[in-house]
């Protein structure tokens, strides 16, 4: 597809359970970047990808979350013990990599909204 | 800490009106970017600013860049209704790529 796309689009689960959320960028784009935005809120950030690996991990809020990208493509964003504060909607973006006179804005895909029951 | 403040948050204006929405950001910055939101829908990229004084408009939509005051606006002329969406600029720094997002401007064009 063109655009940067997330799965799912709804997750509904159980207050301590474990949850992965998907997220395929941009073919082509070489950084990945997951968002948190809660209701009314702007995006929050919680961890960028360079290529394969966490270049800036530190808007993640705790050891419970954790993203892999293990062939520099689609990430999964993996919450352990998940609790009803973590209910949000999780942004995936990508963007290209050169930072040159152009600009490069990311592409944020439509969101997978988690709710913790 | 980068910290991005955008105000007004809610305005409602009257379809045919001009206005516009402010973003202050409190370090030295090196690119603006302004999103748009629909809801339930995610981010639409309308403008990245690169440099001081930049401006770029497209419809009825301008933004300019003034990095001394660290000020961006997003100027909305003759408003119509599809206007109507929460708007968000957001500012990365130089040797990072996150994004740090404002609170957004909620925007409502009433008929």
């Known amino acids: 597809g063109a655009g940067v796309s997330q799965t799912p689009s709804n997750k509904v689960t159980e207050k301590g359970k474990y949850v992965e959320l998907r997220c395929d960028p941009i073919s082509g784009h070489t950084a990945l970047y997951w968002y948190r935005q809660s209701l009314g809120q702007g995006p929050e950030f919680l961890i960028y990808f360079q290529g394969t690996g966490a270049a800036d991990d530190s808007g993640l809020p705790n050891d419970r979350f954790f993203a892999v990208r293990p062939e520099g493509s689609v990430s999964t964003l993996k919450i352990q013990r998940t609790e009803r504060g973590d209910s949000a909607v999780y942004l995936c973006?990508?963007?290209?990599?050169?930072?040159?006179?152009?600009?490069?804005?990311?592409?944020f895909g439509q969101g997978t909204r988690l709710t913790v029951v | 800490e980068l910290k991005v403040e955008q105000n007004p948050l809610f305005l409602s204006m009257q379809e045919g009106k001009n206005y516009t929405i402010y973003c202050n950001y409190s370090t030295t910055s090196d690119r603006l970017y302004w999103y748009r939101q629909d809801p339930g829908k995610s981010l639409e990229s309308l403008f990245v600013l690169l440099s001081n004084g930049a401006v770029k408009q497209e419809g009825r939509l301008m933004a300019s860049l003034d990095t001394k005051a660290r000020l961006s606006t997003l100027h909305i002329t003759a408003a119509v209704h599809d206007l109507s969406a929460t708007y968000f600029c957001?500012?990365?720094?130089?040797?990072?790529?996150?994004?740090?997002f404002g609170t957004g401007t909620r925007l409502k064009v009433l008929a």
């Open positions: 973006a990508s963007s290209s990599r050169d930072r040159g006179s152009g600009g490069t804005e990311a592409f």
């Open positions: 957001a500012v990365t720094t130089s040797g990072t790529y996150k994004y740090i």
